[in-house]
């Protein structure tokens, strides 16, 4: 449908950790579990060969999400959420899928470059694939805000709310909070008016 990607694929995708933060490449070991593992860590997987200039953010978005929620853990794989850089796309950056490990995600060039933090971006939007939904008129203090607070928000980590909850969701314990269906939202550019 969309027909503009980078060349990216030829890139290899060095270790990009943040800073003090390593980034597991595969967190979570099924089978052997360590003694004081949960038993029930979902893992997610994220594919960035498609992200071009996001690609740092992706690795990024490892850490952040890792280390900030338990009961599922994200890993550099493929299966799960492809991550597309596109120059333009209809509505803006967005994620596609069932809100559970699964779907894609397209980061719009021509939204992102009007100033959004790029790792926010796309942390926001990997928040969608592990269950959370936009609140467009919270703080920057939430990563689910979106765009609604501006450009000049500059967080890239979900508050203590947003990471309860994933963790909720993935623990089974929140089966409520999303549908096990295809679903689409889309990062806003402008704060909700209601
Ligand atoms: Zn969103």
Known sequence: MHTFK???LGLTLAALPLAGVAVA???VSFGSVAAQSPIN???VCLDGSQAGRYQAEVQGAISIWNSHVHSVQL???SGGITITEVGSYPGGSQYQGDMRGHGQIYIDDSQVDEGY???RVVAHEIGHGL???DNYSGPCSELMSGGGP???CQNYNPDANESAQVDQIWAGSLTAAA???NVTLVFPTAHATK
């Open 25 to 27: 490449t595969d967190a």
């Open 6 to 8: 980078r060349a990216a």
């Open 75 to 77: 890993a550099e794989c």
């Open 150 to 152: 501006g450009t000049s």
């Open 179 to 181: 549908p096990k269906q």
């Open 131 to 133: 269950g959370l939904y």
């Open 41 to 43: 860590v979902g893992r």
């Open 117 to 119: 933090n790029h790792q």
